[in-house]
């Protein structure tokens, strides 16, 4: 097992579309990011950031086209399967199977994770109480509403007790009740020690939550820390206004 | 983690038939529908049939005669014998039909209808017209007149035909007994025997529309399966879900991939468990009824072409976004895969290993000479490795499909995509006056000077909307984007390739010509004019490989694919804009017979210039294969050419294969 004590690692991460029609898009522009077991981070930015790129290239989803990156001690390059094995991943657009229940859809999933037999029953009720889902375990996913298809969802990215986390906006289309469900959720894995990786581009999410933020803005992450030293490095009190603070910082630079 | 490599792809395969099976819709196609076609059809028409000839033969009819002709005797005996169930008898005087008939050439044939149709009160029946023989010896002469288009006078007409003909057989047979007092069946027994047995029979019919039949439900079977398995996934967004866990994508696919091939061989299945049934539903006589199960086991050499099929469904479907735009790409497809197979609508067509090699066509031939119990070894073995190495290419593209990076990159810029739709426009606009130019200029040319006229059009014409279309485009719509920038140079081996595969290309034309001959004789009409004919017979070599080689290749090339090609690739969909261009570089053939052959040429040298990025392994191709074309069609090929034609074939089509790989280096790109 690795001896990293970071969850997450990422350096200099670039991520450029080659697109032969459009030439050269460019979502993430070396982009550093630390996150440690048993925090909470977010990536706060506005749509088109390049938040969910970089996402996904820490979930191994997509390459990136330079920079390193490293999830529970494995480089996503080059062991994008033991980073998967010790990853969650779940994203506002994560969908379910319509014609599977929650439990086949969770005993799936496991057994895609390598679990069986007993330990997959095992884990399998483990999520099932943690989240709750016993009311509507046997029924078939495109009965469930919003909110449940969620707890599913969460369910199944955490079937395999994951090392890490990581979450796209994970509130998104979810009424309160469901979204602070979510948040208890995203909590809870706080406790258990293990890292959670969020983006958002709600404030008060993040606010709530994360021990550190990340201020993403055009594929560069433009300040990390604690929300105190957020605030103290702009003089601002608000979130947002750090935001702004932040981003007229840099364009003032390149202006 | 010490599962079993397949394990995963049974987990998949597991987890999406489960899904399937609970899909009414995909039940529906893959299994009831096949089952039910078959019986349903068969019995709907025979149904129909019975039932059309029971309405007519209950039809009471006026049947018109004229018996004047014949003594009275006769004449009783003939009403007598015409006069059955639902038919009255109306004497007329028919022998102005028979004299206008008679006076009248073909042409006038519109007159006899109006006579025909004022004698008899509007037509709907037939007239017969009875006269004594011309000569002491000959037979009583029965006419009957009828329209055959009319149902009601066709079926006055049969009435009238059988009930004269059993008259006659009674009354033959009545009078050699009295003349022979012998049974005149007792010296000379004849009797037809058909040496085809029922099974040969049946199976040769069923050959005749099986293949076709069976790849259209074979499409329509598995593609509720892989629009759930690729494109539903996508479309669900559980897509990125799965590619997040630690399952190898080869694992993936293949799961996904068994799992719609079970859904179109239990369209097979179901297609054969519905003949037995039509067959068991005692229709006999129903083509496949008499069908022995080796016959009908026969059928397993389609078994590669399910394969191919299926993952042909899966590419198609693992490319569309969502369920619906799967769905409309499924009726064109299903368009394309059956026109192949209906090869076998040609009569006598012999298998051969070239055709086993023409994906779906040689399976179509294959399949038709099980069913008649001759299957041809060397040709089905050439098919059958052919189609599943086809399978394998295919199954290649898939796992790249699922490549996350194709599935989930960021959408198109709306400013960049018309920009792109302009480039479609423009090559639209070049290509459509370079065919109007032809029809309007180049024929009229042509007309007044054949070689000339020619000359005139390439060089004069076409050549300045080439260059001019060109020019215009780039200043209109900026540089293009180095895939759709096809004036540049290439690798030498590009232009040795696309010089040495000519000879391929050429039988291969020839190939569909004589083929297109068949279905569509060539007018007499369509001869070339007399000096080009002349040109290409007198003229010597060198003046023909300038005329009919280098002058078209180098002018077509450069418009059709430098510039038109050029234009539409600016789109970003190679495919389309590929066969778009072939198209207008047959339609500026200007000829219907040419238009397939043009096609698929234009086809060959748009996909060269598009992955060799130049136009100039397509100009050298062209011109070899004109050169090719025109020498050999005069049998004027160079001796040491000629000797090695088969030869220069095998190495032609090895360059050919090559010529896509030989674009320019990644560096360089």
């Not at chain 1, 010790?86 to 319509?98: C, E, K, W």
């Not at chain 2, 029965?142 to 009319?150: G, I, M, N, T």
């Not at chain 2, 290993?353 to 001759?374: E, K, Q, T, W």
């Not at chain 2, 290409?536 to 038109?564: K, M, N």
Request: with cysteine.
């Amino acid at each position: 097992m690795s001896t990293a004590p970071d969850a997450i690692q990422a350096e200099g991460l670039i991520k450029t579309f080659h697109d032969p029609e459009r030439g050269e898009v460019n979502a993430v522009q070396g982009l550093d990011l630390i996150c440690r077991g048993g925090e909470i981070m977010g990536l706060l930015g506005p749509n088109g950031a390049g938040k969910t790129t970089t996402l996904r290239m820490l979930a191994t989803i997509l390459a990136p086209t330079a920079g390193r990156a490293r999830v529970a001690g494995f480089d996503v390059v080059e062991e994008p399967l033991e980073v998967r094995r010790r990853l969650g991943f779940l994203s506002g657009t994560t969908g379910l199977y319509p014609r599977l229940t929650a439990r086949e859809t969770l005993e799936y999933f496991g057994r895609l994770h390598g679990l069986e037999g007993p330990e997959l029953e095992r884990q399998v009720e483990r999520v099932v109480d943690a989240f709750d889902l016993h009311a509507f375990a046997s029924g078939r996913c495109e009965a469930l509403s919003t909110g449940q298809k969620q707890r599913v969802s969460i369910a199944r990215a955490t079937l395999h007790d994951p090392e890490v986390l990581i979450l796209d906006e994970p509130t998104t289309g979810l009424d309160i009740l469901a979204a602070s469900d979510m948040i208890r959720f995203i909590e809870q894995r706080r406790e258990e020690g293990r890292a959670v990786l969020f983006s958002t581009h709600v404030l008060s999410e993040a606010e709530r939550l994360c021990d550190r933020i990340a201020i993403v803005h055009a594929g560069r992450v433009l300040a990390v820390g604690t929300q105190e030293e957020l605030r103290a490095r702009t003089g601002a009190t608000w979130l947002e206004d750090v935001y702004r603070a932040l981003v007229a910082e840099v364009e003032g630079q390149t202006a | 983690m010490s599962r079993p490599a397949g394990g995963l792809t049974g987990v998949v395969l597991r987890a999406e038939l489960r899904q399937l099976l609970r899909d009414r819709r995909a039940l529906f196609a893959a299994v009831v529908l096949p089952v039910l076609l078959y019986p349903l059809l068969l019995g709907g028409t025979r149904r129909m049939e019975e039932a059309a000839e029971e309405s007519m033969g209950g039809r009471d009819l006026e049947l018109f005669v004229d018996l004047e002709g014949v003594g009275a005797e006769t004449r009783a005996a003939l009403e007598e014998a015409l006069a059955g169930p639902h038919t009255t008898l109306t004497p007329c005087s028919a022998a102005g039909l028979l004299e206008v008939q008679d006076s009248l050439p073909s042409a006038h044939r519109a007159r006899l209808r109006t006579h025909f149709e004022e004698l008899t009160n509007g037509g709907r029946t037939a007239v017969v017209l009875a006269t004594e023989p011309e000569g002491t010896e000959g037979p009583l002469m029965a006419r009957v007149f009828a329209r055959r288009k009319d149902p009601l006078s066709r079926e006055a007409s049969s009435r009238g035909r059988a009930r004269l003909r059993e008259w006659s057989r009674r009354e033959g047979e009545a009078q050699r007994l009295e003349l022979l007092a012998v049974d005149p069946a007792a010296p000379l027994a004849v009797e037809a025997r058909n040496i085809a047995s029922a099974e040969d029979q049946g199976g040769r019919e069923l050959g005749q529309f099986l293949p076709i039949l069976l790849v259209f439900l074979l499409v329509s079977g598995g593609s509720y399966g892989a629009l759930t398995v690729f494109a539903g996934e996508r479309e669900a967004g559980t897509l990125e879900t799965l590619l997040t866990t630690p399952a190898d994508r080869g694992h993936l696919v293949r799961g996904k991939f068994l799992c719609v091939l079970a859904a179109t061989g239990a369209a097979l299945l179901s297609n054969l468990a519905g003949l037995a049934l039509a067959a068991a539903m005692g229709s006999a006589d129903l083509p496949g009824g008499a069908l022995g199960a080796g016959r009908l086991l026969s059928t397993a050499v389609f078994l590669p072409t399910v394969v191919l099929l299926t993952a042909v469904l899966c590419l198609a479907c693992g490319r569309a976004r969502s369920f619906r735009q799967g769905q409309q790409l499924l009726f064109p497809l299903t368009l394309c895969l059956v026109v192949p197979t209906t090869v076998v609508l040609v009569p006598d067509l012999e298998h051969s290993i070239g055709l086993g090699l023409v994906p779906l066509a040689g399976a179509a031939l294959s399949l038709r000479d099980a069913l008649r119990g001759a299957l041809t070894p060397g040709p089905t073995l050439a098919m059958m490795v052919s189609h599943l190495a086809l399978s394998a290419v295919l199954l290649r593209r898939l796992a790249v499909l699922l490549d996350a990076e194709r599935a989930l990159a960021g959408g198109a810029v709306r400013a960049e995509a018309a920009q792109r739709r302009l480039g479609t426009r423009a090559g639209h606009v070049v290509g459509g006056l370079a065919v109007l130019l032809m029809l309007a200029v180049g024929t009229r040319l042509q007309a007044q000077a054949p070689l000339g006229g020619l000359l005139g059009t390439l060089w004069l014409v076409l050549l300045p909307l080439a260059l001019i279309g060109h020019l215009r485009i780039g200043r209109a719509l900026g540089p293009a984007t180095p895939s759709a920038r096809l004036f540049g140079g290439c690798r030498p081996s590009a232009l040795v390739a696309a010089a040495l595969a000519a000879p391929p290309l050429a039988w291969a034309v020839e190939q569909l010509v004589a083929h297109l001959l068949r279905w569509l004789p060539l007018p007499s009409s369509a001869a070339a004019p007399s000096a080009l004919v002349d040109l290409v017979e007198g003229g010597s070599t060198l003046t023909l490989v300038a005329v009919f080689a280098l002058s078209p290749a180098v002018v077509e090339e450069l418009l059709f694919r430098g510039t038109v090609l050029g234009a539409l690739l600016r789109d970003g969909r190679p495919a389309r804009a590929i066969l778009t261009s072939a198209g207008l570089f047959a339609l500026a053939h200007l000829s219907l017979h040419r238009l397939p052959p043009t096609f698929a040429l234009g086809c060959v040298l748009g996909v060269v210039a598009w992955r060799t990025r130049s136009v100039w392994p397509a100009v050298v191709l062209h011109a070899a294969y004109n050169a090719w074309a025109v020498l050999s069609g005069t049998e004027r090929l160079p001796e040491l050419l000629a000797d090695n034609a088969v030869l220069l074939r095998w190495v032609g089509l090895a360059a050919l294969a090559a010529l896509p790989f030989l674009g320019p280096r990644r560096e360089e790109s």
